[in-house]
């Protein structure tokens, strides 16, 4: 079963333009890690904010984390066209062993 | 630092037909997972290994698919028979195993195709 859902599901934007991606769940979690997948290759981690955590940066992304609406929502600033891919939360949800359970993704394309 | 390796990376079998893939985890790696990716979809976990004992695999398809790691290493998922439904890629992914959090490493993928 998906814990998590992406919203939207598909965002076009033009480079340089700020991408934010949003990700609902349904569960208390551990954490959330946002994944990157281009087209026909693996996932990468992006990053991952703890359960007792509001906000993190890395580089040109910002994770908001708010465990009382269970939502968090991944921000790419100054987008390149290298940031077209699927993007995917994932929650570690409290009680598991660490596995992940992922949403459906946004698939995000930034023209140059 | 090598990464996830996996093989084949495409694999189109018909169906009621067996196919196995390989995967090789990141050296010093204690977990290992298994995912199921539907085209459109979030990838679905199938099972998770701790070196060479199984810690979930409660969304795996037992009637037909298996997997397993030897020597708590190389891993492999086979699925006998195939079904049409079973079109997709699968992942594998790695992990230290350590307290969380811990950091998943994902491998390039096999997609399958069942004709």
């Known amino acids: 079963s998906q814990q998590g859902e992406e919203d939207p599901q598909a965002l076009s934007i033009q480079e340089g333009e700020n991408a934010t991606m949003n990700c609902s769940y349904k569960?208390?979690?551990?954490?959330l890690q946002w994944y990157r997948q281009n087209s026909g290759r693996g996932l990468v981690h992006l990053i991952l904010?703890?359960?007792?955590?509001r906000e993190k940066h890395s580089g040109r992304l910002r994770v908001t984390l708010d465990t009382s609406k269970k939502s968090s929502s991944l921000l790419i600033t100054a987008s390149r066209a290298a940031d077209t891919a699927s993007y995917f939360c994932?929650?570690?949800?409290?009680?598991?062993?660490?596995?992940?359970?992922f949403g459906k993704g946004t698939k995000l394309s930034v023209k140059p | 630092e090598a990464g996830v390796a996996q093989s084949p990376r495409y694999k189109i079998i018909e169906k009621r037909q067996s196919v196995a893939f390989w995967c090789n985890p990141i050296?010093?790696?204690?977990?290992l997972y298994w995912y199921q990716q539907i085209l459109g979809q979030g990838p679905k976990l199938l099972i998770q290994?701790?070196?060479?004992?199984?810690?979930?695999d409660s969304q795996l398809p037992k009637d037909r698919f298996s997997a397993e790691r030897l020597k708590g290493v190389d891993s492999t998922l086979k699925i006998q028979p195939a079904k049409l439904e079973d079109s997709a890629v699968y992942l594998c992914?790695?992990?230290?195993?350590?307290?969380?959090?811990?950091?998943?490493?994902f491998g390039p993928g096999t997609r399958l195709t069942v004709l």
């Open positions: 050296s010093g790696h204690a977990t």
């Open positions: 290994f701790q070196n060479n004992g199984v810690v979930d």
């Open positions: 992914a790695s992990s230290l195993g350590i307290a969380p959090p811990d950091t998943q490493y």
């Open positions: 904010i703890r359960s007792n955590e």
């Open positions: 994932a929650t570690d949800r409290r009680g598991s062993q660490g596995n992940l359970i």
């Open positions: 569960t208390s979690i551990n954490n």
